[in-house]
């Protein structure tokens, strides 16, 4: 039921079992465990009236254990320098969820479901959950367990442009065992964008660039990005008599886009990148990667609005795992039921098989 033509991969955010309200920071934590404590001190000095002493030793239990969690929490986010990070939080239900945004906008403890789909039957070919909102370094993994799980790889394999980071260009280009279609992210905006700097033109010999005004940029040095990345910077003689100086100037890497001339910075990948986005224009290419919305998206929809998965059961992410295989071995065998059903019954008539 594989026909090893397109694999396309995708991640759908699934809710944690988990309470947003128990998502809290350091201070939260603190907080709350001050709050049990006094309770609890108050519950040993009998300034607490029960109705009876099992009540009693029901509700002092209850506020340990909480106790305990917070402590743990405590720790667990002190060790991850959250003193200073109020943005660091840990959920209290499940502390392996993370605060994921979904498609909508709308925040919540989630877990990332990665997919990979052959697109013949939509069979999945390969599943991972993860614990983290970004797809990127998924894409390589994903593939390799497609194909460990089949056998083969696929002629072609496509994920959209939050998969890839700019070295994934020049490793896509290496790996000869699939074609991949992957777009950039700002591949789509930069064609309405003249003063993006895919649409400067490179002049080789004089190693300039030109902008939509014709002005000149020059090369000043080699840098590196936050992610120790090295690339050429490129800048503009004279923006301050451009007309377009506020359009074009906003599209700098710099601190200061506001001010001064124009810059650029050129990466060793963004040949790479070009030659992707070619690929992806072209007839063929566009044909290919449409292929992806029709194989993936039906999936998502198929799992979340037709069989109501819109959240785990079990919490932690090696259990949601084991929950997410099931859900997919479930959705194989309702395809083969669907397109094989004779063949499964031959298959299964045959003692053999069984055996
Ligand atoms: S701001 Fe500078 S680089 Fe940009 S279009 Fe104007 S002259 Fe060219």
Partial sequence: MI?????????????????????????????????????????????????????????????????????????????????????????????????????????????????????????????????????????????????????????????????????????????????????????HSSKNDKYSKWNFKYNEEQDVYFCPQGNKLVFIRTCKDSNGLENRLYQAEDCEHCDDKDKCRKNSKNKSKKIGNRTINVYLQDEAIKRMREKLDSEDGKKIYQRRMSTVEPLHGDMQKNRGFIQFVLRGLEKVNIEYNLLAIAHNIRKIILHRADALKKYLGNAQNIA
């Fill in 3 to 187: 026909g090893f033509e397109n694999l396309s991969i995708d991640g759908q955010k699934i809710k944690a079992n988990a309470n947003v309200f128990q998502n809290k920071n350091l201070k939260g934590i603190r907080k709350e465990k001050e709050k049990i404590e006094k309770l609890l001190k108050r519950l040993l000095n009998n300034e607490i009236e029960f109705k009876n002493e099992d009540d009693k030793k029901k509700k002092k239990k209850k506020l340990e254990r909480r106790k305990k969690k917070l402590e743990q929490a405590t720790q667990l986010l002190i060790d991850a320098e959250a003193e200073d990070d109020d943005k660091l939080r840990y959920n209290l239900t499940d502390p392996e969820a993370k605060i994921m945004q979904d498609k909508r906008g709308v925040k919540n403890p989630d877990y990332n479901a990665q997919n990979a789909v052959d697109d013949k039957f939509q069979v999945l070919t390969a599943v991972n959950v993860i614990d983290t909102p970004s797809d990127s370094e998924q894409l390589f993994p994903m593939k390799e367990e497609s194909e460990k799980n089949t056998g083969d790889p696929h002629k072609n394999t496509l994920a959209d442009c939050g998969y890839p980071d700019k070295e994934t260009f020049t490793q896509m280009e290496e790996d000869q065992s699939t074609e991949y279609y992957v777009p950039d992210r700002s591949m």
